[in-house]
């Protein structure tokens, strides 16, 4: 008899995910680390949201507001909402991960795009349903690509805008004319994630559509513009049946009160938003034009991050980049899981490893 007969067995669908796999962070001994693989920000987070995160050191004892009222009050002040249609969760992946389970069964369809976020496919696949994936066009979601594989299975659709890891987005008009194609059944969910970093006028990160339709649902983050990755805050806004569901599954105190305390300081920080914003987009066009004079292809990009491309050649690889960079101290993120084994992704860091790290492009490829 078989040792696995033995013990618990988990469903099968379970054992064909691959485990999400962060960026590195931690660069060769004996140099200065700059870790560029995780998206954060450089300027870390507001000193209000340090200053709330301390006053609740004197009472641990106690358990959070499990709606998390305070912050989800500051959210819908600082974005013009309903807090009643706003959730809080344990980072977005978390509120990702509910929505799956809540729509998402065995003999349904997840559909996201081939580079899309890689926590899709793993909350498609928890949930018992089948993955679906459509290619994209130049890095960039291809709307007609995604229409094409919507069937009567197709209940969640997942919409990374911008997307990471390639730092393309899709104007507003094209996520309307997705969203007018998929089935009234069917969930679209914008993970808005880089939203605050856009500086486009097609732009939206999808207030709009949630506020008008009842199959749409908005994703964001407080890991990324606002500093506060290791607090683990996300929220959703959505239709109030769509909040109403995920409450009844999600855990009842899925938030620490410093991080409820922390994310309401945050988001109401506006001065200290723009200063992010105006860091990013300045390093961002410095970025991507240093590394285009190497010769090498990056991404535009709408994000904190960009997408840089290699060549196959031997010597020249992204692999062979990545090591490089390593040893002199800039971790920058393979991406050969989201299908793009020629690309590494750098976020934008302050103005010391921006520079750092261009210079050590420099070195690997050997130009002048």
Known sequence: ????????????????????????????????LHKLSSNETPLGPSPKAIEAYRAEAGSLERYPDGSALALRQAIAESHGLNP???????????????LASAYLGPGDEGLYTEHGFLVYKIAILAAGATPVIAPETNFTTD????????????????????????????????????????????????????AEYVRRNDYESGIELVSSFDNVVMTRTFSKVHGLAALRI????????????????????????????????????????????RHNESWLAWVSEEVGKLGLAVTP???????????????????????FLVGRGVVVRRVAAYGLPNALRMSIGDEEANRATVAALRDFLGAS
């Open 1 to 32: 008899m078989s040792d696995t007969l033995l013990r618990p067995v988990p469903r099968a669908s379970l054992m064909t995910i691959d485990a999400y796999v962060p960026g590195r962070s931690k660069a060769a001994p004996g140099v200065k």
């Open 84 to 98: 009643d249609r706003i959730l809080c969760g344990n980072g977005s992946d978390e509120l990702l991960h509910l």
């Open 143 to 194: 709307v007609d690509a995604l229409i094409a594989k919507v069937s009567e299975r197709t209940k969640v659709v997942f919409l990374a805008n911008p997307n990471n890891p390639t730092g393309t987005y899709l104007p507003i008009q094209e996520v309307r004319r997705l969203h007018a194609a998929l089935p009234k059944t069917a969930l679209l969910v914008l993970d808005a994630a880089y």
């Open 234 to 277: 996300g929220w959703l806004y959505g239709p109030e049946h769509v909040v109403d569901v995920v409450n009844r599954i999600r855990g009842p105190f899925n938030m620490s009160a410093p991080a409820i305390a922390a994310g309401a300081a945050a988001v109401r920080d506006k001065a200290f938003v723009d200063a992010a914003v």
């Open 301 to 323: 990009s709408v994000g904190n991050f960009v997408l840089i491309h290699f060549p196959e050649t031997a010597g020249r690889t992204a692999a062979e980049a990545d090591d």
